[in-house]
């Protein structure tokens, strides 16, 4: 079966100090993977998406970057990080969610809380 | 632009009674359609889902209605328990070109004993 792993869990961290959070994917291959962020009580904001190595993309243009050094490996950082960047950092997977679903289905991680002083 | 828009932002339903969710989307092109709830502190996790080829999907208390020409779904949770609250989001996507999943904005349910 396959997991999704996400650390850390927890992170506070000063303004202007780098950033990395990483996320790996076991028991598949060649993932689409994504970062999320979610704001305290709001919606999800998708952040980067990746479908390969070396592949990013990203969807707001920001204080944040995101790499895919291995197959199942996806990694967020920041050179400097800023106030705003506070938030809940989910990481997540696009497979096959088998007969059930019928789909390709979205499979989260357990998220990284982070928070800047 | 919202692709997806949900609402209402926040419900709060007595135990037994039923909670309503409902979103809509713009693009018709999007042919998966899931629902995702989440717990304080940690990641969504998928509930339910539906094609656009049925109206109606259930599963156990949770059932999904699907109305293709008014492009809108809802999701209905009958007989509400305390610990169905939650934040809700729904979603839609596409299955070919499948690389975004647009989410709604999320509903907080809390539901009282």
């Known amino acids: 079966s396959q997991t999704i792993h996400q650390w850390p869990a927890t992170l506070v961290q000063p303004v202007g100090s780098p950033l990395s959070l990483e996320c790996t994917v076991e028991?598949?291959?060649?993932?689409?993977l994504y970062w999320y962020r979610q704001a305290a009580g709001r919606g999800l904001q998708l952040l980067f998406y990746?479908?390969?190595?070396?592949?990013i993309s990203s969807e707001v243009p920001q204080n944040l970057s995101a790499s895919r050094p291995q197959d199942r490996q996806f990694i967020l950082s920041s050179k400097k990080l800023l106030l705003s960047d506070s938030g809940f950092y989910l990481c997540?997977?696009?497979?096959?969610?088998?007969?059930?679903?019928?789909?390709?289905?979205?499979?989260f991680g357990a998220g990284s809380r982070l928070t800047v002083l | 632009q919202q692709q997806v828009k949900q609402s209402p932002q926040s419900l709060i339903v007595q135990k037994g009674g039923i909670s309503i969710i409902n979103c809509a989307y713009e693009?018709?092109?999007?042919?998966?359609f899931p629902w995702y709830q989440q717990f304080p502190g940690k990641g969504p996790a998928l509930l339910i889902a539906?094609?656009?080829?049925?109206s109606e999907k259930k599963e156990g208390r949770f059932t999904i209605s699907f109305n293709k020409s008014a492009k809108q779904f809802s999701l209905h949770i009958m007989d509400s328990q305390p610990g169905d609250s939650a934040t809700y989001f729904c979603?839609?996507?596409?299955?070919?070109?499948?690389?975004?999943?647009?989410f709604g904005t999320g509903t907080s349910l809390t539901v009282i004993p």
């Open positions: 997540a997977w696009r497979g096959w969610g088998g007969r059930k679903s019928g789909a390709n289905v979205l499979t």
């Open positions: 990746s479908v390969g190595i070396g592949q």
């Open positions: 539906i094609r656009p080829d049925v």
């Open positions: 979603a839609a996507s596409r299955e070919d070109t499948g690389n975004q999943f647009y």
């Open positions: 693009n018709t092109a999007f042919d998966y």
């Open positions: 028991g598949t291959s060649n993932p689409n």
